[in-house]
């Protein structure tokens, strides 16, 4: 299975930052990776797939950039509601697997 | 707009099995894959499988093979997950999600509605 490890796994930002989150893959996946938004209690939401490409619906502050096996989730002014956590998710390969997850919390 | 509405949360105990419901409505059921997620404290968000209710086939991880069965009720627009011999790391809460992009142009498995989830305890 590929291994999918994201750094890092709790970070503290403040209203307006811009923030990174990073994704490796343990092989290569091309540009075959979703990121998610989960907040407590609700089910994940797509924000970015294909690497690079927004959702609809996603805000613009959300970007996504990478290939290979090395993939960034940046968010360019933090929102009160962009805190929660962020999951990767690799589907070059079967079977399909998740990052751990980013806890982005409030400074 | 496009919903999951799944079934309610359940108590199992060892060895039993579970059954989730997933019920679909705002497009057409048989047009897109219908995959189930879990998570779980100890192990994050884990892809179990998926269904195509058009033709009813399906896939599962292989952690999952030969106690896992999905099936579909295309009249009801309605998936359903079976888990069977449940252990308590079977606790989770499990999300029915709809692949993006139709059958008819591919089976990318990532996910743009998911299901509220079903949480299921597995206690003695």
């Known amino acids: 299975d590929i291994q999918m490890t994201q750094s890092p796994s709790t970070l503290s930002a403040s209203v307006g930052d811009r923030v990174t989150i990073t994704c490796r893959a343990s092989q290569n996946i091309v540009t075959w990776l979703a990121w998610y938004q989960q907040k407590p209690g609700k089910a994940p939401r797509l924000l970015v797939y294909k690497a690079s490409f927004l959702e609809r619906g996603a805000p613009s502050r959300f970007s996504g950039s990478g290939s290979g096996t090395e993939f960034t989730l940046t968010i360019s002014s933090l929102q009160p509601e962009d805190f929660a956590t962020y999951y990767c998710q690799q589907y070059n390969s079967y079977p399909y697997t998740f990052g751990q997850g980013t806890n982005l919390a409030i400074k | 707009q496009v919903q999951l509405v799944q079934s309610g949360a359940d108590v199992k105990k060892p060895g039993a099995s579970m059954k989730v419901s997933c019920r679909a409505s705002?497009?057409?059921?048989?047009?897109?894959?219908i995959h189930w997620v879990r998570q779980s404290p100890g192990q994050g968000l884990e892809w179990m499988g998926w269904?195509?209710?058009?033709?009813?086939?399906?896939n599962f991880a292989p952690k999952f093979q030969g106690r896992v069965t999905m099936t579909r009720d295309t009249s009801i627009s309605t998936a359903y997950i079976e888990l069977s011999s449940l252990r308590s790391d079977d606790a989770a809460v499990y999300y029915c999600?709809?692949?993006?992009?139709?059958?008819?142009?591919?089976?990318?498995?990532?996910?743009?509605?998911w299901g509220q989830g079903t949480p299921v305890t597995v206690s003695s």
């Open positions: 999600a709809r692949s993006k992009l139709r059958i008819a142009v591919s089976n990318l498995p990532f996910f743009d509605y």
């Open positions: 705002g497009y057409n059921f048989i047009d897109y894959y």
């Open positions: 269904i195509n209710p058009h033709s009813g086939g399906t």
